[in-house]
């Protein structure tokens, strides 16, 4: 599945979309800043997550880091694990602008 930008996941949130968002960073960077209705789960804890996610296999996942390179990192575990539609959030924070 293609990656998304800021522009997109910005647009889609404020026309109210309900969206699965991960953020993979670790827990002080997300008190820093933070997607509204994002669901924190460092990088290194997402294989422990599993099993909470399953209902989330089908459907579109978008996660996110910093920058990218932990999402991506990210994406290719769960696309590993049988997810069908995940997608990174392109630049990560620094692109949203948090």
């Not at 089908?58 to 290719?76: D, L, M, P, W, Y």
Request: charged share 25%.
């Amino acid at each position: 599945m293609a990656d998304i930008t800021a522009t997109e996941l910005r647009q889609r949130l404020q026309a109210g979309e309900k969206l699965h968002i991960i953020d993979v960073r670790e827990p002080w960077e997300v008190e820093e800043s933070r997607i509204a209705g994002s669901q924190s789960i460092p990088l290194g804890n997402l294989p422990a997550a599993l099993d909470d996610l399953e209902d989330l296999k089908n459907q579109e996942v978008i996660v996110h880091c910093r920058s990218g390179a932990r999402s991506a990192s990210a994406k290719a575990f769960l696309t590993q694990q049988g997810f069908t539609n995940v997608r990174n959030l392109e630049g990560g924070m620094l692109a949203y602008g948090g």
